[in-house]
């Protein structure tokens, strides 16, 4: 244990040290997506876009009655925004070894830095949907206050928890290579089972239960708590105790699966 929380330590330290070449490679991904492509950067931005119009456009057409006396656009967005970021985030660490696989094969560069490469174009991208659902906010007229600050403190936490998780999926997905599809499908299902569109206290005491062992119900019902009903974290601290235990978990058991695997992954690629 105190070799896993020592790897974990100098993973750390090496993504503050390393921090302007983890921007400079982002910088270059980002763009990277977009060459040859007509409209270019416009599609990473119309079908999240088209998807909450869609969502706006069904549930506004046959829901009687807004979420708590919010309109179903202000309610939804704040939720969705980081659920987005999740889903890319993990698609894209999880191939993010196969990406760069030229540098994983140079003995001297540090491939733990890699998945941070993906997380952080993800960022770049997730940054304009935050100031979108402040937009959202504005144009339903719906009361900011200090308490939407907060979503800094859920980011920071979603950011983190994606580290240690796309640490484990780009080294598992080395040596297993239907992790990619494999994660397709679960942040699919995931979405679904994530209370992003419906509403949690109206289900069955067991299936409340059940929600708040995922780490993506804190996040999102965090985000409307900050954004919508002017609640802070510290008014739940079971659920926020048990959150940070989990992204520690999961900072830990990717570092040190990622550290076992890692003197394999340039002979696989």
């Not at 925004?81 to 196969?98: K, Q």
């Not at 950011?159 to 499908?185: E, H, Q, R, Y």
């Not at 206290?201 to 119900?217: A, G, T």
């Not at 990622?258 to 340039?266: G, I």
Request: charged letters at 10%.
């Amino acid at each position: 244990m105190r070799k896993v929380f020592h790897e974990l330590k100098v993973f750390l330290g090496e993504i503050w040290e390393k921090r302007g070449l983890i921007w400079s490679l982002a910088k270059n991904d980002f763009k990277a997506q977009f060459a040859g492509s007509f409209f270019g950067i416009l599609w990473q931005f119309v079908l999240p876009v088209v998807t909450m119009f869609v969502f706006w456009f069904v549930f506004t057409t046959f829901k009687s009655q807004p979420v708590d006396d919010i309109p179903f656009m202000a309610w939804f967005v704040p939720a969705y925004v980081p659920w987005m970021f999740f889903t890319e985030s993990m698609n894209g660490t999880t191939s993010s070894l196969y990406t760069y696989s030229y540098l994983v094969k140079k003995i001297r560069f540090r491939t733990a830095l890699l998945p941070l490469v993906k997380i952080t174009t993800c960022l770049l991208i997730n940054v304009f949907f935050i100031g979108f659902i402040f937009l959202i906010e504005i144009v339903y007229q719906v009361h900011l206050t200090w308490y939407c600050l907060q979503f800094l403190y859920y980011y920071a936490g979603l950011i983190l928890f994606s580290i240690g998780l796309g640490w484990l999926l780009a080294s598992v997905s080395v040596l297993f290579k239907d992790t990619a599809p494999l994660v397709n499908v679960v942040t699919q299902l995931g979405f679904w089972l994530t209370p992003i569109f419906w509403i949690v206290d109206s289900m069955p005491p067991w299936v409340q239960m059940l929600e708040k062992v995922n780490p993506m119900y804190y996040v999102t019902k965090g985000f409307r708590d900050s954004f919508l009903y002017n609640i802070g974290f510290w008014n739940y601290p079971g659920q926020t105790i048990f959150f940070w235990c989990l992204v520690l978990f999961m900072l830990s058991l990717g570092a040190y699966v990622f550290h076992k695997l890692r003197p394999h992954f340039a002979d696989v690629l």
